[in-house]
């Protein structure tokens, strides 16, 4: 869990992913919609990324990818993301973390 935390530190939003996710591409595309400039890390080609993604496993992340955090902050995968998509939550959340601006 060490690796993630560094990995998403000071950056507004952080995606893991895999690149041959479908549903990682919606929620890249979906974010970076916004105007957000998301850091993208694809677990199948990075190094230690099996790693990585046994570390999200046991921070309760099921399925694996796509993982997004918003301001540091575990927002989860793409339910809890298009949940708040649809709640008009999402944009609020990224302007505060300062990935996007109005």
Sequence with gaps: M??????????????FSRTTCCMSHTIKTLISGFGA??????????????????????????????????????????NQVMSLQVKNQLVPLLIRAGAIWL
């Design 2 to 15: 060490e690796m993630v935390t560094r990995m998403v530190a000071d950056r507004p939003v952080v995606i």
């Design 37 to 78: 400039n998301p850091t993208v890390y694809e677990l199948d080609e990075v190094p230690y990324g099996g790693q990585i993604e046994r570390a999200l496993q046991r921070m309760g992340c099921k399925p694996s990818v796509p993982v997004v955090f918003i301001g540091q902050q575990l927002i989860g995968g793409p």
